[in-house]
């Protein structure tokens, strides 16, 4: 993997975020439209992408095991250091959960547009597979996190409900759950009627889900908003620092442990040093964190990690 195999991942995706950021600026879309095309991409396109991808994923040649413990258990110590320097980010709860949100949290559609940049499908279904084991727990801990630390009341059911509902842990339970029942469920797919109908349904989500990245990413630019002053110095410091340095420092460190290798090394460190998602300021606005913070802390991430994840994809070479 070289610098020019690098280049033309990122490049095109950094093009893709900046022309989003200019049509929410300059296209004529309004707030509405983007809140839509947004809940298309999550509730819909992702999932279908997920869906289809991890059920037709041939793990058979992949460390799944390792793959799983380096990405579940960088992600652990990304949480457990941001909760330890919770009073060195803020004293304010709602602007912790937006730390916490920064620190931990992932851009599902640059890491997806750069593995499959890097590796073809072989590199979406890795991607894939990095969602199916992150996105849970991700979402359980922020869920936690606002519900303890936020201002919108939700306790018990409403925490389990806002889990157990998330579209894209659904999907790769699905995806996941059809990838393992493929073989044993060969032969009642040899009929003819039946092979067309679940072949029409494959087709139909493999469209859907081809839309999800580029409307993803264009979904990204959009959300992007300028930093504000006063006071958010200290945490997008801190959570920058969490997301950027520590986790991919980390998945480098326990990659090398547990012996994991080529791309699925590779495809893990990407997903462990992406900037957090925009999809955590609707999270933080709709659950009572500090929006406005999240905001900025996903716009110094984005702009950052045009740099640093090069970086950590050339230290991740000797992986490869």
Same mark, same amino acid.
């Given at each position: 993997?070289?610098?020019?195999?690098?280049?033309?991942?990122?490049?095109?995706?950094?093009?893709?975020?900046?022309?989003?950021?200019?049509?929410?600026?300059?296209?004529?879309?309004?707030?509405?439209?983007?809140?839509?095309?947004?809940?298309?991409?999550?509730?819909?396109?992702?999932?279908?992408?997920?869906?289809?991808?991890?059920?037709?994923?041939?793990?058979?040649?992949?460390?799944?095991?390792?793959?799983?413990?380096?990405?579940?258990?960088?992600?652990?110590?990304?949480?457990?250091?941001?909760?330890?320097?919770?009073?060195?980010?803020?004293?304010?709860?709602?602007?912790?959960?937006?730390?916490?949100?920064?620190?931990?949290?992932?851009?599902?559609?640059?890491?997806?547009?750069?593995?499959?940049?890097?590796?073809?499908?072989?590199?979406?279904?890795?991607?894939?597979?990095?969602?199916?084991?992150?996105?849970?727990?991700?979402?359980?801990?922020?869920?936690?996190?606002?519900?303890?630390?936020?201002?919108?009341?939700?306790?018990?059911?409403?925490?389990?409900?806002?889990?157990?509902?998330?579209?894209?842990?659904?999907?790769? *339970?699905?995806?996941?759950?059809?990838?393992?029942?493929?073989?044993?469920?060969?032969?009642?797919?040899?009929?003819?009627?039946?092979?067309?109908?679940?072949?029409?349904?494959?087709?139909?989500?493999?469209?859907?889900?081809?839309?999800?990245?580029?409307?993803?990413?264009?979904?990204?630019?959009?959300?992007?908003?300028?930093?504000?002053?006063?006071?958010?110095?200290?945490?997008?410091?801190?959570?920058?620092?969490?997301?950027?340095?520590?986790?991919?420092?980390?998945?480098?460190?326990?990659?090398?442990?547990?012996?994991?290798?080529?791309?699925?090394?590779?495809?893990?460190?990407?997903?462990?040093?992406?900037?957090?998602?925009?999809?955590?300021?609707?999270?933080?606005?709709?659950?009572?964190?500090?929006?406005?913070?999240?905001?900025?802390?996903?716009?110094?991430?984005?702009?950052?990690?045009?740099?640093?994840?090069?970086?950590?994809? *050339?230290?991740?070479?000797?992986?490869?």
């Amino acid at each position: 993997m070289d610098p020019t195999t690098i280049a033309s991942a990122l490049v095109p995706t950094a093009l893709l975020i900046g022309f989003g950021a200019l049509l929410r600026r300059q296209g004529g879309f309004g707030e509405p439209f983007w809140s839509g095309v947004e809940g298309l991409t999550y509730n819909f396109l992702l999932p279908a992408l997920f869906v289809v991808t991890l059920a037709r994923a041939d793990f058979g040649s992949v460390q799944v095991g390792a793959l799983a413990l380096v990405l579940a258990g960088t992600t652990l110590v990304g949480a457990t250091v941001t909760t330890l320097l919770h009073r060195l980010a803020t004293d304010d709860g709602p602007a912790f959960t937006s730390v916490f949100q920064g620190a931990i949290r992932f851009n599902n559609y640059v890491g997806l547009v750069i593995a499959s940049a890097l590796y073809g499908q072989q590199g979406v279904a890795l991607a894939a597979f990095a969602n199916a084991v992150m996105v849970p727990i991700v979402n359980v801990l922020s869920t936690f996190v606002l519900a303890r630390h936020g201002t919108a009341e939700m306790r018990g059911l409403g925490v389990v409900k806002a889990i157990a509902t998330n579209p894209l842990v659904l999907a790769c *339970l699905i995806g996941l759950g059809l990838n393992l029942l493929r073989e044993p469920t060969a032969p009642l797919l040899a009929g003819h009627l039946v092979a067309s109908v679940v072949g029409v349904a494959a087709s139909t989500l493999t469209i859907l889900g081809q839309a999800a990245l580029p409307i993803g990413l264009l979904c990204v630019g959009s959300g992007l908003r300028r930093p504000e002053g006063g006071g958010q110095a200290r945490p997008i410091t801190v959570s920058t620092v969490i997301r950027l340095v520590v986790m991919p420092a980390t998945a480098l460190a326990l990659a090398h442990l547990v012996g994991l290798r080529g791309e699925a090394a590779v495809v893990a460190l990407v997903f462990l040093a992406l900037p957090t998602a925009s999809s955590a300021y609707v999270l933080a606005r709709r659950l009572g964190g500090d929006a406005p913070l999240m905001a900025s802390i996903t716009a110094v991430q984005t702009g950052l990690a045009l740099a640093t994840v090069p970086l950590w994809m *050339l230290l991740g070479q000797a992986l490869a």
